[in-house]
């Protein structure tokens, strides 16, 4: 196989490493699949965690991230009518994921960081999670 059909190979196929690396690496990604791997949330209550977020990101960060099964949208009937996002298995293999990037960060960049993943106890599960800046009693 000649250097130009590989080429011409890879541009054609979508590498799924690299498309998977896309979306856990979006924007908000990180700080949304955090709050829900602590506890189920609701909607507007990620506006308050999340400095910064926008209601017409987070509605787009949050179909996408429902989309690719990474989080469950969960629509409760009783009143008042509300909406929490919880995470999925799948979303706890990413958190996974964020977990080892961390490590490996750690040890090459040997500094203190504010980086969100930092703040789940990587002693417990994420299901388990406890996150100092935000209340348990919910």
Known sequence: ???????????????????????????????????????????????????????????????????FGLLERIEYDQLPRHVEHSITERGRKAIAIYMSIKELSDEIFPVTCHCPMGQIDTQQRCSDAVCPSRPLDR
């Open 1 to 67: 196989m000649s250097q130009n059909s590989r080429e011409t190979a890879s541009e054609n196929i979508e590498c799924p490493i690299s498309r998977l690396l896309e979306i856990i690496s979006a924007k908000w990604t990180v700080e949304i699949l955090r709050e829900i791997s602590i506890a189920p949330t609701r909607t507007r209550q990620f506006l308050r965690l999340i400095p910064g977020l926008s209601m017409k990101s987070l509605q787009f960060r949050l179909k996408e991230l429902e989309r």
